[in-house]
Nanobody, 123 residues
């Protein structure tokens, strides 16, 4: 079992920044990806950023490349998502996850999910 607790969401003006945090515990060795997903109101879930735990390679959705940075602190069991140059299109509930799947394609076979943290960007 893996437990994840996300935090750091909030309301920011367009162009602003936020850093999301995800504290995880339990045995993550059964998963091969750590990442962030988001779901905007009325839309499906989409992968935002991920880390392949095998070699720490990182992957990003095209919509966030150059603006978002994913990182992981394995000493303190934390994962972060630094989000810069936010736009209203980034408004969504953000979920951290430890999952089995394709990290590059954000495809999930099985996942442990955090509870979600809301990000609202006002234009």
């Amino acid at each position: 079992q893996v437990q994840l607790v996300s935090s750091g969401g909030g309301s920011v003006p367009a162009g602003g920044s936020l850093r999301l945090s995800c504290a995880f515990s339990g045995d993550t060795r059964s998963t091969n990806c750590m990442g962030w997903f988001r779901q905007a109101q009325g839309k499906g879930r989409e992968g935002v950023a991920s880390i392949y735990t095998g070699d720490a390679s990182t992957y990003y959705a095209d919509s966030v490349k150059g603006r978002f940075t994913i990182s992981q602190d394995n000493v303190n069991n934390m994962m972060y998502l630094q989000m810069n140059s936010l736009s209203d299109e980034d408004t969504a509930m953000y979920y951290c996850a430890a999952y089995i799947g394709n990290c590059r394609r954000f495809s999930v076979n099985y996942a442990y999910w955090g509870q979600g943290t809301q990000v609202t960007v006002s234009s």
